[in-house]
């Protein structure tokens, strides 16, 4: 009788487990365009400038109890880049720095998360300019009534991707660390 | 001090700040002249980083410069120049004075409004004035090279009547911003 008891309350508590892992499964999210923002601040001549993607899609899988089986997959189109500065975009799309017209695009996906004391870390890979490196990111996420919100940021080397050909090179001028930040509004994937 | 006699020379410090800005102000023209025709990069950047931190650095020794001579008024012009000689001499230190401003702000303005937040040497970053506009950042280029061309010809002017003072008039003008020279008594 008392083992029996002891069967039923285990299988309450496996049963109560796997509600609590259905109730929670992986929520499949998309930034909403106008709303979200993914800028990038470089240091040029000692102080910081900052320029905006203004066209990305980023497919955002996360739960804070999945997060192995959570993913990201952010893909943008670096002709959108903005530094409120035509001269300065026109040459960061050209061959010397972005050089867009062989690589349009970038790719960013995580391959792993673990949590943190201020919200969370992703391992991932970044995309840029024909060369893919190891980019970690950390980020908050914050449910919100309509979807969520992932705010976060990242820091690379420009010149491991190969962003400044020529002069660009040098670091005299602009810095070779850029900082990364985002702020993604979240609706659920219909 | 009221047993002072009254001043014949600007003082020391008048001086210094006066020749470390001239010299500045012809670095600035420099600059300008020779990053305006390049095309946007490493060097051009670099070009302007040091315009903008010379720029910054009028712009203090300018707010010293107008503090030391509230403290230490400078000595008189001579006695015998005329009514309109010392209208036009007291027009143009204002109209220094004037630019001295002017020329550092408008292109911390014009920084600003083209999202080039203006660097000190590397050491620290002015905050940006206004948010980027492009409209505003054209109408400030446009105030700061009118401004510039209006500091040549008075600086060219001012030479000219610093000249004349010593050549023509021999009197001690010139002299009294001179370091390391006397002032004959040319009044």
Redesign the interface.
């Known amino acids: 009788m008392r083992r029996a008891a002891i069967s039923l309350a285990m299988l309450c508590m496996a049963s109560a487990a796997s509600v609590g892992r259905a109730a929670s499964p992986v929520q499949s999210y998309t930034a909403d365009p106008p709303a979200s923002r993914l800028d990038f601040i470089g240091i040029q001549a000692g102080a910081e400038f900052k320029g905006t993607f203004r066209k990305f899609t980023a497919a955002i899988d996360f739960s804070p109890d999945a997060l192995a089986s959570s993913h990201f997959d952010v893909q943008i189109d670096l002709n959108s880049l903005d530094t409120m500065d035509d001269d300065r975009d026109t040459t960061m799309r050209g061959p010397d720095i972005f050089d867009i017209a062989h690589f349009p695009a970038s790719h960013y996906v995580t391959r792993s998360f673990t949590k943190t004391p201020a919200g969370y870390s992703a391992a991932g890979t970044l995309s840029l300019h024909g060369v893919t490196k190891e980019v970690p990111i950390d980020f908050v996420f914050v449910s919100t009534p309509g979807g969520a919100k992932l705010e976060g940021t990242a820091k690379l080397n420009r010149l491991e991707f190969g962003v400044g050909q020529g002069d660009w090179k040098s670091t005299e001028s602009v810095k070779d660390v850029v900082k990364v930040a985002f702020s993604l509004i979240l609706k659920p994937k219909a | 001090m009221p047993t002072q006699e009254p001043r014949t020379r600007f003082t020391a410090v008048a001086q210094l700040l006066h020749w470390i800005i001239a010299t500045l102000i012809v670095t600035q023209f420099a600059l300008a002249w020779t990053a305006r025709d390049l095309p946007?990069?490493?060097?051009k950047?670099?070009l302007?980083?040091w315009h903008?931190s010379f720029g910054m650095t009028v712009l203090m020794l300018a707010i010293i410069r107008v503090v030391w001579r509230r403290a230490n008024p400078p000595p008189e012009l001579p006695a015998g120049m005329t009514p309109f000689e010392r209208t036009l001499a007291r027009a143009t230190h204002i109209a220094f004075y004037a630019l001295l401003f002017a020329m550092p702000v408008t292109g911390w303005l014009m920084s600003s409004a083209?999202?080039?937040?203006?660097?000190?040497?590397?050491?620290f970053?002015w905050p940006d004035l206004i948010a980027?506009n492009?409209t505003a950042f054209e109408a400030l280029k446009t105030t700061h090279d009118y401004l510039s061309g209006v500091l040549l010809v008075i600086a060219v002017f001012h030479i000219l009547a610093a000249l004349k003072h010593h050549f023509w008039n021999k009197d001690d003008v010139l002299l009294r911003m001179l370091p390391f020279t006397k002032s004959k008594r040319g009044s």
């Open positions: 946007l990069g490493t060097h950047l670099a302007l980083a903008k083209k999202n080039y937040s203006v660097s000190w040497f590397g050491l970053t980027q492009k």
